[in-house]
């Protein structure tokens, strides 16, 4: 019997790691893509099964999805840095838009019976009217990040209603010990370790009254293979249903090293953030009631275990 299949885009990143290590779980044979500079973090995938072909080059691509003939297709590549500069924004979305159209298409034309799946963002809501925010809240992305999302959902859209088997992961924040140094998540931690370590004396941050909806990456990536072993596609938001600030983040983080963190926390008004209307959280009733997902770590543990690995590093 033939082994079932997976190509992951962005395989180096945070989802990657977690996504290839359920799915080696299940007995997969995975394939991993991702820039030639981020190939070696690709740990838990065969060498022979790592590519860096570019999602801008349809024809290598094609070559490639005909090769290995996937039958599923997780497309994590993304730029997933909110804060950006005007600059950056052609950039974003060549690297967000073009990229997802470039693979949709190779991959329809080239594994029709595949089943694709975009890693999307709740940034698509933008500053949403109303709080919790679900598959059925108003698309209205308030940066380019988000736009570029939102774009990038509505092309899996159409695609799906063409007949191909294409979903969409609406993932609201999703943290562990593997999240890159540029999200606060990570500035927290690494910050509160150096300063019990004596080689930092402050913590700057700004709007600490900030909600977010974190959960436990490894377990949203289960929720994105759930996603392709249904009958019926459909796109699903993927969140705890709970919101926590900044502030209880910071806070929990500087208990668990018995710091005090009123007495290292400096607010930098250059960081502040435009006040959001309603709370960033998401209400994933529905995949829980379709697919039977749910969160399986509390947020303690997942801070608690960024934080060792924190401890353990340096």
Known sequence: MQKASALITGAG????????????????????????????????????????????????LEQLIK????????????????????????????????????????????????????????????????????????IRPSNIYGASKAASHHLVGVYRQQGYFAVSAILFNHESARR????????????????????????????????RDWGYAPDYVKAMSLMLHTDRPADYVIATGQGRTVQEFAELVFKRLDLPLERYLVIEPSYMRRPEANPRIGDASRIRRELGWEPEHSFEYMVDEMLQKALKEG
């Open 13 to 60: 990143g945070q989802d990657g790691f977690y996504l290839s290590d359920y799915l080696n779980s299940r007995g997969y044979v995975v394939y991993g893509l991702d820039r030639p500079d981020s190939l070696h973090r690709l740990e838990n995938i065969e060498e022979q099964n790592r590519t860096s072909i570019s999602l801008f080059e349809p024809a290598a």
């Open 67 to 138: 090769r290995i003939n996937p039958g599923e297709i997780y497309h994590l590549a993304a730029h997933s840095f909110v804060n950006t500069t005007p600059s950056e924004e052609r950039s974003i979305l060549r690297n967000n838009l073009e990229a997802t159209h470039n693979l949709l298409s190779v991959c329809r034309e080239a594994a029709p019976n595949s089943r694709f799946c975009l890693a999307c963002s709740a940034e698509i809501f933008g500053n949403a009217d109303h709080s919790p925010q679900s598959e059925d809240s108003p």
């Open 180 to 211: 890159g140094p540029q999200f606060v998540t990570q500035k927290i931690i690494q910050t509160a370790v150096a300063i019990k370590r004596g080689q930092a004396s402050e913590l700057k941050l700004g709007s600490m009254d900030a909600v």
